[in-house]
């Protein structure tokens, strides 16, 4: 009984950071492709002194 009980805490941990890094990476590419649709004013400076 007690192996089951340590059996489904690991596989309750390991869902968890899973679903934890899951949501990290959704965040991080989600945070990324907005900078890159979205310029720093710094750049669009740049591209509005060079015409």
Do not use: C
């Amino acid at each position: 009984m007690n192996e089951i009980g340590l059996l489904t805490a690991v596989v309750s941990f390991t869902a968890a950071i899973v679903g934890l890094v899951t949501a990290i990476v959704t965040t991080y590419r989600d945070l990324r492709s907005r900078k890159e649709k979205n310029p720093t004013p710094h750049q669009s400076e740049k591209d509005s002194n060079n015409t």
